[in-house]
T-cell receptor, first 112, second 110 residues
Framework: DGGITQSPKYLFRKEGQNVTLSCEQN?????MYWYRQDPGQGLRLIYY???????QKGDIAEGYSVSREKKESFPLTVTSAQKNPTAFYLC???????????FGPGTRLTVL | QQPVQSPQAVILREGEDAVINCSSS?????VHWYRQKHGEAPIFLMI?????EQKGHDKISASFNEKKQQSSLYLTASQLSYSGTYFC???????????FGTGTRLKVLA
């Protein structure tokens, strides 16, 4: 079964702690993305990666970091520098050619 | 530049029709439409690549104008299952950057 997995589904952290959100895919897609969604709002691009060992900042990269050491994995770290990290985080990949986005189920992060 | 969607929200009765628009100040490389249910990930609906293109399946269709600066999503004879937030999305020619429109919340009432 091909797909994208994100874990955990819900995550609680204390203010000031770094936290890493997992994203794994077995679709063999090259490009991967991280989006942030606040309640009632749209999706904002945090980081994207076209290929292993390469990634670019999106529109709201401050306070976040990523790595892309393997094609299948694109973890996102929410650092203590992110002022308001509580949000719904979505990982996505892009199919070759038509570029539509395939999403994982998301991780809802709450910082207490 | 983020595409702007209109209306921001719409409430319908079952069986009524709706149109959601996605506008950009620059020509879009392509346009994709998604629907997101509350608390879930967006689901891809359809893609339009060429100016003047129209496509659809069942009671949901979309168009892309000749200048590729506006796309519209048409929901015909709406069903309760159509409720959710609709987003247009677009890639960027020459890069893998992808952005979404501002979103339209649609609620269908029985």
């Amino acid at each position: 079964d091909g797909g994208i997995t994100q874990s955990p589904k819900y995550l609680f952290r204390k203010e000031g702690q770094n936290v890493t959100l997992s994203c794994e895919q077995n679709l063999n897609h090259d490009a991967m993305y991280w989006y942030r969604q606040d309640p009632g709002q749209g999706l904002r691009l945090i980081y994207y990666s076209q290929i292993v060992n390469d990634f670019q900042k999106g529109d709201i990269a401050e306070g976040y970091s990523v790595s892309r050491e393997k094609k299948e994995s694109f973890p996102l770290t929410v650092t203590s520098a992110q002022k308001n990290p509580t949000a719904f985080y979505l990982c996505a990949t892009t199919s070759p050619g038509e570029n539509e986005q395939f999403f994982g189920p998301g991780t809802r992060l709450t910082v207490l | 530049q983020q595409p702007v969607q209109s209306p921001q929200a719409v409430i319908l009765r079952e069986g009524e029709d709706a149109v959601i628009n996605c506008s950009s100040s620059k020509a879009l490389y392509s346009v994709h439409w998604y629907r997101q249910k509350h608390g879930e990930a967006p689901i891809f609906l359809m893609i339009l690549l060429k100016g003047g293109e129209q496509k659809g399946h069942d009671k949901i269709s979309a168009s892309f104008n000749e200048k590729k600066q506006q796309s519209s999503l048409y929901l015909t004879a709406s069903q309760l299952s159509y409720s959710g937030t609709y987003f247009c999305g677009t890639g960027t020619s020459g890069t893998y950057k992808y952005i979404f429109g501002t979103g339209t919340r649609l609620k269908v009432l029985a």
